[in-house]
């Protein structure tokens, strides 16, 4: 038996980070310098040394989280120089873009805008709470898919999102984290109504 089958048959086929499980080894990557078995999603992050690399395996997350990027081939993106570059300085939580609105870069640091910040909140807090992307961008003089933008973008609670990939950013969050899932599910729930009425 090889070592590659011996350490995916160990791990019971399934990802030691995120459990995803695939019974012939497909999408499953041995961590060489770990002699782990991860999934080319969580194998693309895992830090080089031992110490860090048993903290990243114990910090579980849920494989069912990562279906998207699985689906689109994060993998697979461009490994260009500037693209490596751009994705280590997202590792660190640092923004790779211009400031999202109700943010300002200062001494290189991304700090809120206090100008802005408060309309940010109530910006997701209004669609939270029922108001439609038209009367949110007639309130705030933002277009609607200026508004879509802002209610998706994670650098809202504290995260950066690169290349399909997210990552902690190193600036302070607007808003909270459940305020922004709340706002996700209702973007869900209106597709599904919307899908809905479509097949009626």
Known sequence: MNEKKRLMEEAGFRCQKCGFYSPLGKGLEINKKNNAVLCSICNTFAPDDSENFRKYIEEKVDWQVLETFRKFGVNKASHSPQKKGMIEKSKQGKLVARPPFGYKVVNGTLIPDEENKEKVRLIFEEFAAGKSLNQISQTYGISVNGIK????????????????????????????????????????????????????
Request: cysteine-free.
């Open 149 to 200: 933008k802002i209610l998706k973008n994670f650098a809202y609670i504290g995260k950066i999102k690169f290349n399909n990939q997210i990552f902690q950013g190193s600036h302070q969050p607007i808003i909270s984290a459940e305020l922004f899932n709340r706002v996700q599910q209702h973007f869900e729930s209106n597709t599904i109504k919307k899908e809905l009425e479509i097949n009626q």
